[in-house]
């Protein structure tokens, strides 16, 4: 079966979401990543010649959605991450074996 190719704007999906979107895919596609100055081209072949790839364009740019959201909520609260993984190893105390 043919590579399906999906074209993307690069002012809007950014490379690392790009990425992130193609690996969803890759356990059952081939992936390759082509970049020019503007756009991105995902090209995804089948490893199984019966894969239906037919909603696999809208799929695709689904996920890629998906992970803008999911990139823009990690920078919206990277602040509040880091006060909670540093307030986690604050609590943390070392276990003392029993003293003989």
């Known amino acids: 079966m043919d590579a399906i190719e999906l074209e993307l704007d690069r002012k809007f999906f950014s490379d ?4 992130r ?13 082509r970049q020019s100055d503007t756009t991105t081209m995902v ?6 010649s019966h894969t239906n790839c037919e909603q696999l364009p809208a799929h695709f740019r ?3 959605l998906d992970e803008v959201l999911r990139e823009r ?8 991450h880091t006060t909670l993984v540093q307030a986690a190893f604050r ?8 003293e003989e």
Not at 16 to 19: E, I, L, N
Not at 21 to 33: M, P
Not at 91 to 98: G, N, W
């Open 16 to 19: 690392d979401v790009v990425v």
């Open 21 to 33: 979107t193609a690996h969803r895919y890759s356990h059952s596609f081939g992936v390759e990543i």
């Open 43 to 48: 090209c995804l072949t089948p490893f199984d």
């Open 62 to 64: 689904n996920d890629a």
């Open 73 to 80: 909520v990690r920078a919206q609260t990277a602040d509040l």
């Open 91 to 98: 609590e943390l105390r070392p276990i003392r074996a029993p």
